[in-house]
């Protein structure tokens, strides 16, 4: 028989802060810190800005932070949200660690684009018109470190997470480009549901704001370039939107199957109850026009919910009361998500509220899927939905409700189901349903 999954336990580090309540409240107000590149001179960059994190340190939230100090930026972000996690789910000694996994979508570590530039430029043969490769391997040894190198291992944050936090149990990591973080959840739910672990830590963790992460973007046009208002650059579902802004964090949620979450006393948040995967198998940048991929994520989240997407509820309304869109503020992401919505929903699709965080976080790559489920759970615990800002001239491709600009109050009403979606190049989709728990 499949358990039931629920989240015990939530952890963030964003642009905005890292307090779980501070950061949702300034979500609710609409607050975007987004301004010019500090980790490296972006001056000559079409695009020069990001949302970056700010006056991090590991030491805030993990004890022994000394040890991982050496590790990637996106790594130590990872930690801090992971121990953040498992504190607020009074994840203990008495839990097994061998029951006890760890899913992460995790993304490159830190890059040295300047020593690796010198040593190609010093290893240049003019006269050949090409690389000398003995010159450069002799040049790389002596400029570049092989601590900070063997980092960019893909397994690298997985590693340190599990030593720091005690994961013994199934470990694994996604790089499914935006999915990451949505995917590694969603399959550390299915790990939970068929016994293989009691908890699993899950998420993702990205920071791309180098010369390497940026400039890929810039090639291929995806982010915005509007260098003299970075604050309303990023602008999801406006018909004046030119493209995402860069953000980076991590976020981390505890699973962790019902029963035994009851027999230690841990309070649910609220429960799992879906999640879908899908491939697009079209183009590496662009999504399927139809958004087939993306309806058959939503509709495959639904039905392991239980919902039917295109019958209301008792109350009248549509079973789903928000949907954290993957949103990015490209042309075709926001046209086609909406699309893909209205293929699940139907005639009800207009009455689903439908907004976009990365209005006011940015796009936190492996990271955004972690942390757009986190606000879902928000949504679900307070019975406010987050805005989408910087949405002012409507435009007609995306005509559905994506609580533009100010945050909605629906206490009064309830909110008992959300769908978080992402999206990644290549055309991964991945969407979770959570709902409200009850026993």
């Known amino acids: 028989m499949s358990r039931r999954v629920v989240i015990t336990g939530m952890g ?54 000394d040890h991982f100090e050496r590790c990637g930026l996106s790594t130590r972000f990872a930690i801090a949200a992971g121990a953040m996690a498992a504190r607020q789910a009074g994840i203990g000694t008495s839990v097994n ?15 040295n684009v300047e020593q690796l530039a010198a040593s190609s430029v010093a290893s240049w043969d003019a006269d050949a018109r090409r690389l000398n490769e ?30 720091a936090l005690r994961c013994y149990g199934p470990s694994a990591n996604c790089m499914t480009a935006c999915a990451a973080g949505t995917q590694a959840i969603g399959e550390a739910s299915e790990i939970i549901r068929r016994g293989d672990a009691d908890v699993m830590l899950a998420g993702g963790a990205h920071s791309m704001v180098h010369p390497l992460g940026m400039t890929g973007f810039i090639r291929l046009t995806a982010m915005s370039t509007r260098r003299d208002s970075p604050r309303t650059a990023s602008r999801p579902f ?36 879906g999640f879908g995967s899908s491939a697009d198998a079209f183009r590496i940048t662009d999504i399927q026009e139809e958004g087939k991929g993306a309806i058959a994520a939503m509709m495959q989240a639904c039905r392991q919910a239980g919902i039917n997407p295109r019958e209301p509820g008792a109350d009248g309304r549509p079973q789903v009361h928000y949907i954290s869109a993957h949103g990015t503020g490209t042309k075709e992401n926001d046209k086609i998500e909406t699309r893909a919505v209205k293929g699940v929903f139907g005639p009800l699709a207009p009455r689903v509220p439908f907004s976009s965080v990365k209005s006011m976080l940015g796009h936190l790559i492996q990271a955004a899927g972690a942390v757009e489920l ?54 991964q989709n991945d969407t979770i349903c959570v709902r409200r728990f009850v026993v």
């Open 238 to 273: 406006d018909q004046t939107r030119d493209g995402f802004l860069m953000g980076e964090g991590a976020g981390v949620l505890v699973l962790e199957d019902l029963e035994h979450a009851l027999r230690r006393n841990a309070v649910p948040l609220c429960e799992l109850a």
């Open 374 to 427: 986190i606000t879902c759970v928000q949504a679900i615990r307070t019975g406010w939905l987050p805005p989408t800002i910087n949405l002012h001239t409507p435009d007609p491709e995306c005509d559905l409700d994506y609580v533009p600009n100010a945050a909605r109050d629906l206490r009064g009403q309830g909110v008992d189901a959300c769908l978080s979606n992402s999206f990644g190049f290549g055309g």
């Open 97 to 111: 660690p061998e029951r006890i996994g760890l899913y992460m979508g995790a993304g490159e570590g830190p890059t």
């Open 12 to 65: 963030w580090v964003t642009p905005l802060g890292c307090d779980l309540d501070a950061v949702w409240a300034r979500l609710l107000k609409g607050d975007n810190v987004a301004g010019p590149v500090t980790r490296f001179d972006a001056s000559t960059f079409a695009t020069n800005f990001a949302s970056e994190v700010k006056g991090f340190s590991l030491a805030d939230h993990f004890p022994t932070a």
């Open 134 to 163: 003995s010159r450069w391997t002799a040049e790389a040894l002596r400029r570049m470190s092989i601590e900070i190198e063997r980092e960019q291992e893909p397994n690298a944050t997985l590693a340190h997470m599990a030593q």
